[in-house]
């Protein structure tokens, strides 16, 4: 079974930056593609920005040009670089591994506040 461990949130300042990491174990971390989700309380939880398992990367029109997904597969981790943070990133932001079969692992999710 597989499991992914969400790591680096914390309260920032608007206008700084963090750096989110996802350390994924139990699954072949090379084939599935990852991504970052956040939900704010009592909204939805949308897509913030996806990698597939060859690199190309995709991002919600609101993160982008502010934040970077990235993999490093000899470590088995996805990252979010967040910069620019803006108090409405706030949010608890998820971790997500999907296999080609379309069978997915959520990690549990770290909490991010942007103070203004």
């Known amino acids: 079974q597989g499991q992914l461990v969400e790591s680096g949130g914390g309260l920032v300042q608007a206008g700084g930056s963090l750096r989110l990491s996802c350390a994924a174990s139990g699954i072949i971390f090379s084939i599935h593609a990852m991504g970052w989700y956040r939900q704010a309380p009592g909204k939805q939880r949308d897509v913030v920005a996806t990698i597939t398992s060859s690199g190309s990367t995709n991002y919600a029109d609101s993160v982008k040009g502010r934040f970077t997904i990235s993999r490093d597969n000899t470590k088995n981790t996805v990252y979010l670089q967040m910069n620019s943070l803006k108090p409405e990133d706030t949010a608890v932001y998820y971790c997500?591994?999907?296999?080609?079969?379309?069978?997915?692992?959520w990690g549990q999710g770290t909490q991010v506040t942007v103070s203004s």
């Open positions: 997500a591994a999907i296999h080609p079969s379309g069978r997915d692992y």
